[in-house]
C-alpha cells in the first residue's frame, strides 16, 4: 500500500507511525488574485461532499468522481490504539488483522477471494486515532463492498486456530517496523513526549501483550467498539449519491447502535520541557530529529501548521534547506512535517548530518533561524510560495478517489466538517500570514523542541546488541511456539455464488504524436479533470550507460541538471519553481515537471534551462558529491533496497543491467566536471528523448509551442548499447551479513525481456502467483502466509524489470532468524510446484485482473503521460488497451503453463540472504 521515495525521511517516519497496514505528491500552481490569495477553478469551487446518517447513527460521506469506472468505499471507526487499555496493547490493529478472517457467513478466505474475484482491491490501517477499511472496485462491482463491510461490523469470527497463524506474521510485522530505524526512533520520541498520554504507546503494541491475546479479547474490544454510531462510511468515485445512501440503509440500516457509547478524553501536561533520545544501532549514516508538539488535527491549526513547514523547511526553497544544505552543508537531506493525529499534533524535522557534523550544531542553526524568521516576519514572497505549494498538492489529491476517501475520512472524524478538506483552505494570505507567524511563535519554541538521533554502535557495543536481539528471537520462538495452527486455511466458498460482470466501457485516452527535425518526440493528449499538466521526459539512455569505472555518473549529472542553469543558479531555480507551485524531478532516464494550465510555456522553458543549458558549477558539483556519498551510505544500511543490488551483481554479472545506479563511494569520488558535462553532452540530446504532455491543454498548440522552445537544440544520436546474452546461473545461495532483526530472503533467476511472445502469459501468471496488479491477497504467495504466519509481506513476480533486455523471476520477503530454515522450504515448495496446476477459475480471474486494472493507467496525468510513454517504447498502438481482452483471450491455459516452466527449467535459482546469517561482517559497503 505503501510506496515511497528514500529521501522524504519524514513521510516514511509518519506514515508507519500512524497507520499500520494490514499488507503490504505532485504539485501544481495555483494562480494568486490581487489581494495574493491562491485561487481554484470554479469546478473545484463547487465540490461538496454528500453527507446523510442513519437512523441507527452511520454517517456516509459520498463525493462522485468520474474519470474513470472506479470506486473507493472506505469504512472508518473512530477506534484507534489510545482507546485500548493497559493489557490490551496492539488490539486494535490485531483486529484490523483479523476482520477479514471470516464471518458466520463467511470463511476465512472468502473476502480476499471475492475481492480478487471481481477484480477489486482490500486493506486496512490502524492509526492512534482510528481504524479502516478499503475497498476498490471496478464500477461494475462496488456495490459488494457494502455487502461485505456490514457483514463485518457485527459478524466476524475471531477463530483461534486463524488467530495463530496471524499472530506470528503481526510478530514479522513488529520486527519489520523495530528494523526501519528512523521511524523506530520516532516511534519513541513520541513515547517519551506524550509520557501520561495514549499516544505514549505504539499502535502495534509490545509482544509482551500480544503474545497473551486470545480470540475473546478481541470480540469485547470489537463489540465494543465495532458500532455503526462509531463508524463512517465514506464513497468517492463514479457512483450516484442515492444509489449509494440506498445501499447504506439496505446493508447497515438494521445494524444496532449502542446509545450508551461514548469516547474517553484523554488527559496530556503540557510543560516547558525538552526531551532526547538516542539510539544506537549498526549502521553507517545517522539521523537526526528534532519535534515540536503542535494542536491535533481536531483544533483545525493543520493549514497554517503545513504552510510553516514549508516557509521553514520543507521544500528546496525553503529557508533550512537553502541554509543547512545549500549554504552550510551540514546535511544532505532535509525533511519536514506533520504529524496529524487528533488529540495532539508533533513537527518533526528529520536529516541526514555530513559527517563530523553535531546535532547541536544543526539544533542551533534551527534555533537561530526560528529567531531571525519571527523578528523579520513572514515576507509576502514566503507566503505565496507556501501557499502555493499546498494548495497545488490539493490537485494531486483529486487526482486518486482513495486519496481523497482518506482525506475526508479522516478530517471528518477529527474535525465533524465533511467538507474540511475542501474548505479549509479559503483565507486571505493577510490572515494567514498571522496565523503562521503565531503558530510558529507559540508552538515552535526552542524551549520545547525535543531531539532524537539513531547513531552507529561502536565497536565494543556490537555484541551486546546482538546478544539483545538473539534473547528477544528466543523468547518469540518459545512463546509463539505454543500458538499452533493445526488446521489448513479454510477454502472459499460462498466467493462461488458472486458473479463477475463484464467491464463498463471506457474510452481509453489516445494521443496526438509529432516529431520534430532535431529528432525529439512529443506525445500529448487533452484532459480537463483539474486544471494541471504533467510532461514527462523519457531519455534513450538509461543509468546503465555510465562507464564501468563511473557507475553513479548519470545519477549526479541528473542532480546537477537542478543545481545551476545558464540563466539561474541552484536557489533561484528552486524560488521560481515553488513559487509557481511547480513540481520537478530528474532522475537517470527521466525528467518530469508538472504545472497549473496558464504556466505551461514557462514550465517548458523551465525543461529547456535543464535540457540545454546545465552549467555544472564546482560548488554545487562538491555538495551533490557529498549528498549522493551519504545516500549510499543510506542505502547500504537498509537490506530491503540493496539486497536487490546484490542480486543484480550475481545474474548479471558483465551485463549493464548489473551496474548500480547510486555507483560506489569510490566511483562517486572519482568523478570530475569534465566526465559530467561529456556525458550531458552525449546523452541529455533531443535525438534520444520522447516528450509526453498530458493535461488540461486545450487551447495550446502544443507543437507550434514545442517548436519555438526546443527548434533550437541540437545533439547527438544516443548509440544503441551491445548487450551480452545472460547466462543460466546454477543454484547458488550467497549470504550478506548485517545486524537486523530480520532477514531479508530473495530468490531470482532470469527471465524474459518485454518483447518476448511469453510476456502475456507470464503477466497472467504474475496475477496468480504474486498478486500482481492489484496486490492480491488471493495470491499463491499470500495463501502460504496465510497457513504458517511466516511473514508480514512477501512477494513475487516471473517479470521483475523486464525491459528490452530480460528481466528476473522473483520472489522476495522478510523472515525473524529462527523462522528461516522453515520459510526456505515453504517458498522452495511453491515455486516447484509453480506450474504444476492452473484452475479455470484462475486463469479468468487473473486475464479480467488486467484488464480492469488498466483503468489505473488512466487515472491522472502523470499515469497516462508514463502510459503513452511505455506504448511508444514497445512499439505498442495506442489502441493496445482497447484490444486488450481479446489478446488475453487468445492464450490458453497450456500457453501460461509452458511461459512458467521455460523460465523456471529445472528450478535453478539464486537465494541471496541478507541478516544475521554469516559469522562474520562483510567489508565495509561501497
Known amino acids: 500500500m505503501i510506496y515511497i521515495k528514500k529521501k522524504n525521511l519524514v513521510t516514511v517516519i509518519l506514515v508507519i507511525l500512524i497507520t499500520q497496514t494490514l499488507s503490504m505528491g505532485t504539485y501544481s500552481y495555483c494562480k494568486n488574485t490581487d489581494k495574493g490569495s491562491p485561487v481554484m477553478s470554479e469546478s473545484i469551487k463547487k465540490i461538496q461532499v454528500v453527507k446523510d446518517t442513519l437512523s441507527n447513527g452511520l454517517t456516509i460521506l459520498i463525493k462522485p468522481v468520474k474519470t474513470i469506472p472506479k470506486v473507493t468505499v472506505e469504512l472508518w471507526y473512530k477506534v484507534?490504539?489510545?482507546?485500548?487499555?493497559?493489557?490490551?496493547?496492539?488490539?486494535?490493529?490485531?483486529?484490523?488483522?483479523?476482520?477479514?478472517?471470516?464471518?458466520?457467513?463467511?470463511?476465512?478466505?472468502?473476502?480476499?477471494?471475492?475481492?480478487?474475484?471481481?477484480?477489486?482491491?482490500?486493506?486496512?490501517?490502524?492509526?492512534?486515532?482510528?481504524?479502516?477499511?478499503?475497498?476498490?472496485?471496478?464500477?461494475?462491482?462496488?456495490?459488494?463492498?457494502?455487502?461485505?463491510?456490514?457483514?463485518?461490523?457485527?459478524?466476524?469470527?475471531?477463530?483461534?486456530?486463524?488467530?495463530?497463524?496471524?499472530?506470528?506474521?503481526?510478530?514479522?510485522?513488529?520486527?519489520?517496523?523495530?528494523?526501519?530505524?528512523?521511524?523506530?526512533?520516532?516511534?519513541?520520541?513520541?513515547?517519551?513526549?506524550?509520557?501520561?498520554?495514549?499516544?505514549?504507546?505504539?499502535?502495534?503494541?509490545?509482544?509482551?501483550?500480544?503474545?497473551?491475546?486470545?480470540?475473546?479479547?478481541?470480540?469485547?474490544?470489537?463489540?465494543?467498539?465495532?458500532?455503526?454510531?462509531?463508524?463512517?462510511?465514506v464513497v468517492v468515485g463514479d457512483v450516484d449519491p442515492d444509489e449509494v445512501i440506498a445501499l447504506a440503509n439496505e446493508y447497515f440500516g438494521s445494524i444496532p447502535a449502542d446509545p450508551t457509547y461514548k469516547k474517553d478524553h484523554f488527559f496530556f501536561s503540557h510543560d516547558i520541557v525538552a526531551k532526547s533520545v538516542k539510539l544506537y544501532r549498526d549502521i553507517q549514516q545517522p539521523v537526526f530529529i528534532y519535534s515540536f508538539v503542535t494542536p491535533g488535527l481536531k483544533d483545525k491549526q493543520d493549514y497554517p501548521a503545513h504552510i510553516a513547514e514549508w516557509i521553514f523547511g520543507k521544500g528546496r526553497g525553503s529557508i533550512l534547506y537553502k541554509?543547512?544544505?545549500?549554504?552550510?552543508?551540514?546535511?544532505?537531506?532535509?525533511?519536514?512535517?506533520?504529524?496529524?493525529?487528533?488529540?495532539?499534533?508533533?513537527?518533526?524535522?528529520?536529516?541526514?548530518?555530513?559527517?563530523?557534523?553535531?546535532?547541536?550544531?544543526?539544533?542551533?542553526?534551527?534555533?537561530?533561524?526560528?529567531?531571525?524568521?519571527?523578528?523579520?516576519?513572514?515576507?509576502?514572497?514566503?507566503?505565496?510560495?507556501?501557499?502555493?505549494?499546498?494548495?497545488?498538492?490539493?490537485?494531486?489529491?483529486?487526482?486518486?478517489?482513495?486519496?481523497?476517501?482518506?482525506?475526508?475520512?479522516?478530517?471528518?472524524?477529527?474535525?465533524?466538517?465533511?467538507?474540511?478538506?475542501?474548505?479549509?483552505?479559503?483565507?486571505?494570505?493577510?490572515?494567514?500570514?498571522?496565523q503562521v507567524y503565531n503558530f510558529i511563535k507559540t508552538y515552535w519554541r526552542p524551549s520545547?523542541?525535543?531531539?532524537?538521533?539513531?547513531?552507529?554502535?561502536?565497536?565494543?557495543?556490537?555484541?551486546?546488541?546482538?546478544?539483545?536481539?538473539?534473547?528477544?528471537?528466543?523468547?518469540?520462538?518459545?512463546?509463539?511456539?505454543?500458538?499452533?495452527?493445526?488446521?489448513?486455511?479454510?477454502?472459499?466458498?460462498?466467493?462461488?455464488?458472486?458473479?463477475?460482470?463484464?467491464?463498463?466501457?471506457?474510452?481509453?485516452?489516445?494521443?496526438?504524436?509529432?516529431?520534430?527535425?532535431?529528432?525529439?518526440?512529443?506525445?500529448?493528449?487533452?484532459?480537463?479533470?483539474?486544471?494541471?499538466?504533467?510532461?514527462?521526459?523519457?531519455?534513450?539512455?538509461?543509468?546503465?550507460y555510465d562507464p564501468d569505472d563511473k557507475q553513479g555518473l548519470y545519477n549526479f549529472v541528473s542532480c546537477m541538471m537542478t543545481e545551476g542553469t545558464k540563466n539561474y543558479t541552484a536557489d533561484e531555480l528552486a524560488d521560481y519553481i515553488e513559487s509557481k507551485g511547480m513540481s520537478l524531478a530528474s532522475y537517470p532516464g527521466s525528467l518530469m515537471i508538472t504545472m497549473l494550465k496558464e504556466d505551461f510555456q514557462e514550465g517548458l522553458e523551465i525543461v529547456k534551462e535543464l535540457l540545454q543549458n546545465a552549467t555544472f558549477p564546482k560548488n554545487e558539483i562538491e555538495k551533490v558529491r557529498m549528498q549522493l556519498q551519504n545516500d549510499l551510505k543510506s542505502y547500504w544500511d537498509?537490506?530491503?533496497?540493496?539486497?536487490?543490488?546484490?542480486?543484480?551483481?550475481?545474474?548479471?554479472?558483465?551485463?549493464?543491467?548489473?551496474?548500480?545506479?547510486?555507483?560506489?563511494?569510490?566511483?562517486?569520488?572519482?568523478?570530475?566536471?569534465?566526465?559530467?558535462?561529456?556525458?550531458?553532452?552525449?546523452?541529455?540530446?533531443?535525438?534520444?528523448?520522447?516528450?509526453?504532455?498530458?493535461?488540461?491543454?486545450?487551447?495550446?498548440n502544443v507543437p507550434e509551442i514545442c517548436t519555438s522552445i526546443f527548434a533550437d537544440w541540437q545533439g547527438k544520436e544516443v548509440e544503441n548499447l551491445v548487450y551480452p546474452s545472460i547466462e543460466m546461473p546454477t543454484s547458488k545461495v550467497e549470504n550478506y551479513y548485517i545486524n537486523r532483526d530480520q532477514v531479508v530472503l530473495l530468490y531470482a533467476r532470469p527471465s524474459i525481456a518485454r518483447q518476448n511472445p511469453d510476456y502475456d502469459k507470464l503477466l497472467i501468471f504474475d496475477q496468480i502467483f504474486g498478486g500482481g496488479f492489484l496486490h492480491s491477497m488471493n495470491s499463491r504467495l499470500f495463501q502460504l502466509r496465510e497457513e504458517t504466519g511466516l511473514f508480514y509481506t512477501i512477494n513475487g513476480t516471473f517479470l521483475a524489470g523486464a525491459d528490452e533486455q530480460p528481466g528476473m523471476f522473483?520472489?522476495?520477503?522478510?523472515?525473524?532468524?529462527?523462522?528461516?530454515?522453515?520459510?526456505?522450504?515453504?517458498?522452495?515448495?511453491?515455486?516447484?510446484?509453480?506450474?504444476?496446476?492452473?484452475?479455470?477459475?484462475?486463469?479468468?480471474?487473473?486475464?479480467?485482473?488486467?484488464?480492469?486494472?488498466?483503468?489505473?493507467?488512466?487515472?491522472?496525468?502523470?499515469?497516462?503521460?508514463?502510459?503513452?510513454?511505455?506504448?511508444?517504447?514497445?512499439?505498442?498502438?495506442?489502441?493496445?488497451?482497447?484490444?486488450?481482452?481479446?489478446?488475453?483471450?487468445?492464450?490458453?491455459?497450456?500457453?501460461?503453463?509452458?511461459?512458467?516452466?521455460?523460465?523456471?527449467?529445472?528450478?535453478?535459482?539464486?537465494?541471496?540472504?541478507?541478516?544475521?546469517?554469516?559469522?562474520?561482517?562483510?567489508?565495509?559497503?561501497e
Not at 503481526?170 to 513515547?191: C, F, G, P, R
Request: proline share 3%; net charge negative; charged share 25%.
Open 323 to 434: 541554509k543547512l544544505v545549500n549554504e552550510l552543508c551540514y546535511v544532505t537531506s532535509l525533511e519536514i512535517d506533520s504529524c496529524d493525529l487528533f488529540d495532539h499534533g508533533l513537527t518533526f524535522i528529520c536529516c541526514e548530518p555530513v559527517e563530523g557534523v553535531t546535532q547541536e550544531q544543526i539544533k542551533q542553526v534551527i534555533v537561530d533561524e526560528l529567531y531571525r524568521l519571527l523578528d523579520e516576519h513572514i515576507s509576502e514572497q514566503q507566503i505565496t510560495r507556501a501557499v502555493n505549494k499546498v494548495k497545488s498538492g490539493f490537485y494531486s489529491v483529486l487526482e486518486s478517489t482513495e486519496d481523497q476517501a482518506d482525506m475526508i475520512g479522516k478530517y471528518f472524524l477529527a474535525t465533524g466538517d465533511e467538507n474540511y478538506l475542501f474548505n479549509s483552505m479559503n483565507i486571505d494570505n493577510k490572515e494567514l500570514s498571522n
Open 80 to 233: 484507534g490504539s489510545k482507546d485500548e487499555k493497559l493489557g490490551e496493547k496492539g488490539i486494535a490493529h490485531l483486529i484490523e488483522h483479523m476482520i477479514f478472517k471470516g464471518t458466520k457467513k463467511l470463511s476465512e478466505s472468502d473476502i480476499n477471494a471475492i475481492v480478487y474475484k471481481l477484480s477489486g482491491s482490500c486493506n486496512a490501517f490502524t492509526s492512534y486515532d482510528y481504524t479502516g477499511y478499503i475497498f476498490n472496485f471496478p464500477t461494475q462491482h462496488y456495490k459488494t463492498a457494502f455487502s461485505l463491510m456490514a457483514d463485518c461490523m457485527q459478524n466476524c469470527a475471531f477463530d483461534e486456530q486463524m488467530l495463530n497463524s496471524e499472530m506470528k506474521a503481526v510478530i514479522q510485522e513488529l520486527k519489520m517496523y523495530k528494523d526501519n530505524y528512523t521511524s523506530d526512533l520516532a516511534e519513541k520520541m513520541i513515547e517519551v513526549i506524550f509520557a501520561d498520554h495514549p499516544y505514549h504507546y505504539p499502535v502495534i503494541g509490545y509482544k509482551q501483550d500480544l503474545w497473551t491475546v486470545s480470540a475473546n479479547d478481541l470480540r469485547s474490544f470489537y463489540k465494543k467498539h465495532y458500532l455503526p454510531n462509531n463508524a463512517t462510511l
Open 638 to 700: 537498509e537490506p530491503r533496497s540493496f539486497s536487490n543490488q546484490l542480486m543484480k551483481a550475481i545474474i548479471y554479472k558483465n551485463h549493464p543491467y548489473a551496474k548500480n545506479l547510486l555507483g560506489t563511494q569510490d566511483s562517486i569520488n572519482a568523478i570530475h566536471k569534465r566526465d559530467l558535462v561529456d556525458f550531458y553532452k552525449q546523452y541529455i540530446t533531443p535525438a534520444g528523448i520522447t516528450m509526453a504532455i498530458v493535461g488540461d491543454i486545450a487551447g495550446y
Open 810 to 925: 522473483q520472489i522476495k520477503t522478510i523472515i525473524s532468524l529462527d523462522r528461516l530454515v522453515e520459510a526456505e522450504k515453504a517458498i522452495t515448495k511453491v515455486i516447484v510446484d509453480a506450474a504444476k496446476a492452473l484452475t479455470d477459475q484462475e486463469f479468468e480471474e487473473a486475464k479480467r485482473a488486467i484488464v480492469n486494472a488498466a483503468l489505473d493507467n488512466f487515472s491522472s496525468n502523470t499515469n497516462i503521460a508514463r502510459t503513452f510513454l511505455y506504448l511508444h517504447k514497445f512499439l505498442l498502438p495506442f489502441t493496445y488497451f482497447d484490444n486488450r481482452l481479446a489478446a488475453l483471450n487468445a492464450i490458453t491455459k497450456q500457453d501460461v503453463i509452458g511461459a512458467v516452466k521455460r523460465v523456471l527449467g529445472d528450478n535453478n535459482y539464486v537465494l541471496v540472504r541478507v541478516g544475521r546469517v554469516a559469522d562474520q561482517p562483510n567489508e565495509k559497503a
Open 448 to 544: 520545547v523542541m525535543h531531539e532524537g538521533a539513531v547513531l552507529p554502535l561502536v565497536e565494543e557495543e556490537k555484541p551486546v546488541w546482538q546478544h539483545l536481539q538473539e534473547i528477544s528471537d528466543n523468547e518469540d520462538q518459545q512463546i509463539l511456539a505454543a500458538r499452533v495452527r493445526t488446521l489448513p486455511v479454510q477454502p472459499a466458498f460462498f466467493a462461488d455464488k458472486i458473479l463477475a460482470q463484464d467491464p463498463i466501457p471506457f474510452a481509453y485516452a489516445k494521443p496526438e504524436t509529432f516529431a520534430m527535425k532535431n529528432g525529439l518526440q512529443v506525445i500529448y493528449s487533452d484532459t480537463n479533470v483539474i486544471p494541471k499538466i504533467s510532461v514527462v521526459l523519457s531519455f534513450k539512455a538509461q543509468h546503465f
